[in-house]
């Protein structure tokens, strides 16, 4: 036998598996090595969940669709007269029911008004129920479920009841109820309304996560360490639970637009002088023979609306969920 020393390297080599394995540790270390900005050292680019949603976001087509439907909304909710000039208020009998016209594209409804302007006003309204209602549902249901799910006992008992009583209720018919008595013609009432029957179904899906959350290893860790009920909650807990009640908020907001628009059909949520897509359809509909232009704009506006943001929810709901990757 040969005094030669063996190099297990080249052995390796010397295979055509050898070649491959030796390919699949250089290319473990240039990852592990990769230099950094400066060419000094390893660069390192811990990946959480939010980067790795935000990429898969980037590179859905659904998303940047409902996005960019979403942001023009929220432009002429914001400025509505820079793609009109007229006013919703100002309306014309002598033209009532007409179509389209020079100026008016959309035509006038039933008592002369510019369905158009009316068309791009109402967006406003629209966009700051469902926003503002959606963040006081998110703010209380996510609070009152988050203490719920972490402290338990008592509290997660009686919760648990008051959400069950809540969920009883038929959401029509309480506001039929409830805003009947109001005659405030601001956006407020339908906002308080849509968050004191919305929030058990955040608080549930918050209580949901935080349970699951505190179980984890990291929590048991830091209360091991001595970490307060507070730090355990905002700093450990709060961070991992609070993707699924994005989703939901999310999808959330469109529903409530829809709930708006519907309560104001009925007339119990926006009264007139208000710009509503709501109102608008119940003052349209008497006159659907006659002129189905002044019913199909803002019904086109509100679906597309609701559904740019229940897209978008969907499309949230896939980045953040570890099992759908």
Not at 45 to 70: G, K, M
Not at 174 to 185: A, C, D, F, P, Q
Not at 239 to 251: D, E, F, L, S, Y
Request: proline share 6%; aromatic share 8%.
């Amino acid at each position: 036998m040969s005094d030669r020393h063996h190099e297990p390297q080249a052995a390796i080599a010397g295979t055509s598996m050898g070649g491959a394995m030796d390919l699949g540790v250089d290319e473990a270390e240039s990852l592990e090595k990769r230099p950094g900005p400066d060419g000094a050292g390893p660069e390192e680019r811990p990946r959480s969940l939010w980067s790795d949603a935000w990429r898969d976001l980037r590179r859905n087509p659904v998303f940047l669709v409902s996005a960019l439907v979403i942001l023009f909304l929220v432009f002429i909710s914001l400025w509505p007269s820079a793609i009109t000039s007229g006013s919703p208020l100002k309306c014309d009998l002598s033209k009532a029911q007409e179509g389209s016209q020079p100026g008016h594209p959309f035509g006038f409804d039933g008592q002369g008004c510019d369905v158009y302007t009316r068309t791009v006003y109402g967006a406003r309204t629209s966009v700051a129920v469902g926003v503002l209602a959606t963040l006081g549902v998110a703010v209380l249901g996510s609070v009152l479920g988050a203490l719920a799910g972490f402290f338990g006992g008592a509290w997660d008992a009686v919760l648990s009841r008051i959400t069950d009583v809540f969920f009883a209720i038929p959401v029509v018919l309480g506001g039929l109820v409830l805003l009947s008595v109001i005659t405030s013609n601001t956006v407020w009432p339908v906002i308080g309304f849509i968050v004191l029957l919305g929030w058990p179904q955040i608080s549930r899906i918050a209580r949901g996560a935080v349970i699951t959350a505190k179980q984890n290893d990291y929590v048991q860790a830091a209360r091991a360490l001595g970490a307060s009920n507070s730090r355990l909650l905002l700093r450990h807990i709060a961070p991992n639970a609070v993707a699924p009640v994005i989703v939901v908020a999310t999808i959330a907001l469109g529903t409530y637009i829809a709930l708006e628009a519907t309560l104001s059909y009925l007339g119990v949520g926006l009264k007139p002088p208000s710009v509503s897509w709501g109102i608008d359809i119940s003052s349209a509909s008497p006159y659907i023979r006659n002129a189905p232009h002044a019913l199909l704009w803002p019904s086109g506006a509100l679906a597309i609306t609701v559904l740019a943001f229940i897209m978008l929810g969907d499309a949230v709901r896939d980045a953040l969920d570890p099992k759908l990757r």
